[in-house]
């Protein structure tokens, strides 16, 4: 079983390792570290069998959630880990109020696009030029009634466990 709870200062360099495997432009640990100060982000990490296979770093404002990163370990991808990732995420985001969520992706990003659909994000717009070290556009996507996809998608709470009182800012 994978437990789904809020990143702790301990778990920051193994998120960190993440990113950097994950993406040509990643957070810096310093950035990761200062996100465990804000107040309106949550970060949950995907931990199985005591390692951390994935993290999604989110901010909280309103009835809006802002994905800001989400990331899989490479040796982790393509067995359903980020769809229900994604799926805990709206769930945390919801549990702080938000209704709606949204991200940027990039252009290229078929494989993630295609889960987000099936998590009924929309695109919505789009940024040109968005990533510097490609000059790709993000396509800027929404979903508008998470607790609906939640709903829909509820299946998928048996596949992780989610410790909601986790996400406290006293740690």
């Not at 359903?80 to 549990?95: C, S």
């Not at 295609?114 to 993000?138: N, P, V």
């Not at 998470?146 to 009182?165: P, R, S």
Request: net charge negative.
């Amino acid at each position: 079983m994978i437990a789904a709870r809020a990143m702790r200062k301990a778990d920051v360099k193994s998120v960190y390792e993440i990113e950097v495997l994950s993406f040509r432009t990643p957070w810096s640990y310093r950035s990761l570290m200062g996100e465990l100060k804000n107040d309106v982000a949550h970060y949950i990490v995907f931990e199985k069998d005591g390692e951390i296979i994935g993290y999604c770093g989110m901010w909280v404002l309103f009835e809006e959630a802002h994905i800001a990163n989400i990331a899989i370990t490479p040796a982790h991808r393509g067995s359903g880990y980020g769809k229900q990732l994604l799926h805990a995420a709206m769930r945390v985001g919801a549990a702080f109020g938000a209704e709606m969520m949204t991200l940027e992706v990039r252009e290229t990003n078929a494989v993630a696009q295609r889960m987000y659909d099936e998590m009924d994000f929309l695109q919505q717009g789009r940024r040109k030029r968005y990533y510097s070290d490609t000059g790709e556009d993000a396509l800027i996507l929404w979903n508008r009634n998470i607790l609906e996809t939640i709903e829909k998608n509820a299946c998928l709470n048996e596949t992780y466990l989610l410790q909601l009182d986790s996400f406290s800012k006293g740690e």
